[in-house]
């Protein structure tokens, strides 16, 4: 049983060392369909405003801490270019999710400080 357990945190840790994770917050992770061009900057965020950009027409925001829960939503018409102000009470890393008016939806990595 020892061996067995021990062979599984190996393993564990091999795979999370193969997949390296990007510092800058500038990986997308999107529904499957063609990825929309979206930028959320500043990244890390220092204070509570930041901007996103996207090519295609924003149609809503979503912002969810590392919990889960959905601390921001708010729709938009036409725009491709967002400020946000959002008072953060717990820093650290929040998803923003931006759905497109095409229904493409992607996922941003922004870090609070």
Known sequence: MKNFLKIGFTGILICLLAFPVKASGDSDFTDGQEQVSLEVFPNPVIGNEFTITSDMEINEVHIINILGQQVFEQQYIGETKI??????????????????????????RILFK
Not at 85 to 100: A, H, R
């Open 83 to 108: 400020n946000i102000e959002l008072e953060i009470k717990e820093k650290g890393i929040y998803l923003v999710q931006v759905k497109t008016f095409d229904g493409r939806v992607t996922t941003k």
